[in-house]
């Protein structure tokens, strides 16, 4: 299982995701499904998605400090470049984009609840 750490960072975003809680994540990071990518300070879960023209690596859910998440999106990257990713997507609220002015918005995920 995650370290307790590792929870107390993510559990914000999971709370804000709302589809999954941690157990979720700890079966998908068991499957290789996603990977976990952490320090004392930050914790971010990443999925690769291969679409058929190209491969994209996604930040899914990241918490912890700012700082953390800057320094580990460095390792990522490099992560991503090696892997042959040609683009890396963040999915999370629009607050991120002011962390991250290098991304442009590509898209926008709206919904509602039933």
């Known amino acids: 299982m995650f370290s307790d750490l590792q929870v107390k960072h993510l559990n914000p975003a999971l709370k804000i995701d709302g589809n999954h809680d941690i157990n979720d994540i700890w ?24 679409f058929p023209k190209r491969k994209v690596l996604n930040i899914w859910l990241a918490g912890g400090e700012m700082d953390g998440c800057k320094n580990l999106h460095k390792e990522i990257t490099k992560f991503a ?6 683009t890396i997507t963040i999915t999370g609220r629009p607050g991120w984009k002011k962390i991250f002015p290098e991304y442009k918005k590509t898209a926008e995920l709206i919904g509602f609840d039933l």
């Open 27 to 50: 079966n998908l990071y068991q499957k290789h499904a996603v990977d976990l990518w952490h320090t004392q300070n930050a914790t971010v879960i990443t999925e690769v998605i291969k």
């Open 81 to 86: 470049k090696k892997i042959n990713c040609k």
